[in-house]
């Protein structure tokens, strides 16, 4: 009877200590892991759409938790996207509006970029030092990119760093940090690093900040993955419509049809640069970039894995999602003559039925994938049409690991809980704000607003706005501006509005006495440059024999012979060397007697800025036209009354109000009948 009780005793200790220690086990604070990709296109997931790409681990997350439909990047590009996750505030009001350290003003550029910070402010407290306070070890992998050390805001561990290749060695950043040998693939490595964390971690709360490079350029599919989408593609039928297609700047003159047709075989730089069109991919086919996506999605699947090995899966929130839209159009102008495996190597992907690419504020630019993963808390295999931004993780974290909200550091931020729980959710007006010119087009710098249905962008050089219906028209092909004006009007004053409010800062226009904004990169003239000025002479000889040159100038126009540009072959692009002292084409000839002889050549403008053609003959001005118009213009002169005698013939390139002054020459010539 004594032991009876002793065992019902012994047995009802450890049913007590089996609760207790449960109790302290379901008190344990979530893990978080937040898995950032890189230029990843909301359709270039497969449950988001893509036939293409194949994405099984990212389709599991989605059906086991929730997945947003209208999810958004705070920025087209990069290093503003990743600060407004951790500072829970917008780039405008942070004054981080640029990815880092930023592009250069280019001469051809109308407008100065705006002033803008070089690196993550020291003032702000980042969600990785609200978790640390908190008790998390904290740890970011990957692409940090906000010009500083992640462990001075917040991480206790960091392997961060630019990828010059996805196969070792993958930069000088990585050799001390990331163990690797040859035929590594670094996607690969950074996973293993993640999931050493995580096992080192697994006795208490953790943030991994997994910053995947991936699928970013190089682009650089690991090569098994890629063999297999080689295959794959060998046996899909040919996809229907152009692979290309030329996107114009929406702030400047509209092109007709016919125009971007005529533009879209004139494969050159210098002729897209002026007309401002850029390339932009229609179709998904790119096998490297396929493989890029696949071998990220193993990582997401090999971490989960690891999660449930430790049994963890069930206490930890997966946050999948991506900076900004895909690289539908390349990184710097890139043209498409050129073979498939270097068209690959520039292009990653399309975003359609989105319209543009990351560096544009068109949907294709800012719209992103979301899933978010939160055991025992939502429903499973839900979609949610709620808008949410960058901003919103901040306090939607804090709230769903029961932390206290900060709302004055998240102070553009929202918590999207409801959002996840299926309840009644509106945030409000979503914005965008961009001072300046990007990588990814030759679009002017502009901003949006987001509200219910409508979204609203206005550009900076000109002012003009677009406003699309996105519920009826996700791809925004049609313009509502004039057909709902009192809608455009409202949502611009909410934007100028805002702008005021989180003190904006704006590009400003060009002037002879103007400076480049405080943290503005200026290109210094370069050799590349300096050897076209230098290389000038010969050009104008190769041009037209026996024509020589003096006084050019303006660098950054590269000045010289360029084999094709607005829509002729052998051009010369002259620039005066300043306001006041014109570049001068000059040649003196003795004129035959007996034949009728004429001077005779064609001249055109840079797409942003007038010149003054003067023609002079033994130093008598014969003409002085403005050239204004973006077409060629021929001019003929009679010199038959000069036959038998010696005459200089003299071209001037004289500016016009010292912008763009560039000169366009086609065919000098004399010509005897």
Known sequence: MKNRRHWKMLLLALTLLMLVGGEVKAKQPPNVVFFLVDDLGQRDVACYGSQFYETPFIDELAKEGILFENAYSTCHVCSPSRASILTGKYPARTNLTEWLGGRPERSYEKLHHGEKLTALPDEEQTLAETLHEHGYATANYGKAHLSKDPKTYGFDE???????????????????????????????????????????????????????????????????????????????????????????????????????????????????????????????????????????????????????????????????????????????????????????????????????????????GIRVPLIVHWPGQIKSNSTSQAIVTGTDFYPTLL?????????????????????????????????????????????????????????????????????????????????????????????????????????????????????????????????????????????????????????????GMRPGLRRKSLGRSNVLLTHPESKDVPCVLSRSIKVPAGNKSTLRFAVNNHAQGDWTLVVRIDGEEVLKESIEDSKWQDFSFDLTKHAGTSITLELENRASDWSFEAAYWHQIELVEE
């Not at 006795?203 to 993955?225: A, T, W």
């Not at 769903?400 to 729980?421: C, E, I, N, T, Y």
Request: charged share 25%; proline share 7%; aromatic share 10%.
């Open 399 to 555: 709230e769903m690991l029961d932390l206290p909200a900060l709302p004055d550091q998240h102070v553009d931020g929202r918590s999207f809980v409801p959002a996840l729980k299926a309840q009644e959710y509106d945030r409000g007006p979503i914005y965008w704000h961009f001072p300046h010119y990007s990588n990814h087009g030759f679009q002017s710098p502009g901003g949006a607003v987001r509200l219910g249905r409508y979204k609203l962008l206005e550009y900076y050089e000109n002012g003009t706005l677009q406003l699309f219906d996105l519920e009826n028209d996700i791809g925004e092909r049609h313009d509502l501006v004039e057909s709902q004006p009192e809608i455009a009007q409202r949502l611009k004053k909410m934007l100028h509005d805002w702008r005021e409010e989180v003190d904006a800062k704006m590009p400003y226009p060009k002037t002879a006495t103007s400076k480049p904004a405080p943290g503005a990169r200026v290109a210094k003239p370069d050799k590349v440059s300096n050897a076209a000025g230098n290389l000038l002479p010969a050009d104008v000889e190769k041009f037209a024999s026996g024509w020589k040159v003096k006084n050019w100038g303006g660098p």
């Open 158 to 364: 960091a392997i961060t760093g630019w990828v010059r290749s996805y196969y070792h060695p993958f930069s000088p950043a990585y050799e001390k940090t990331l163990a690797s040998r040859p035929g590594d693939y670094y996607t690969d490595k950074l996973t293993d690093a993640a999931i050493d964390f995580i096992e080192r971690n697994k006795s208490k709360p953790f943030f991994v900040h997994l910053e995947h490079f991936s699928v970013h350029d190089p682009i650089q599919g690991r090569k098994d993955l890629v063999q297999k989408y080689q295959k794959k593609l060998a046996t899909m039928p040919s996809q229907k419509g152009p692979d290309y297609i030329l996107e114009s700047n929406p702030d400047g003159p509209a092109l007709s049809s016919e125009q971007l047709k005529n533009l879209e075989k004139l494969d050159d730089s210098t002729t897209h640069q002026n007309e401002r069109v850029w390339w932009v991919k229609q179709k998904q086919d790119n096998v490297e970039f396929a493989g890029m996506v696949e071998a990220t999605d193993e990582s997401l699947g090999r971490i989960r894995a690891k999660l449930k090995e430790l049994g963890l899966e069930e206490n930890t929130i997966i946050i999948f999602t991506a900076d900004n839209g895909g690289m539908a159009a390349s990184n710097q102008y890139r043209g498409i003559d050129h073979p498939r495996e270097m068209l690959n190597s520039r292009f990653a992907s399309s975003n359609l039925p989105l319209r543009g690419a990351k560096g544009w504020n068109y949907e294709g």
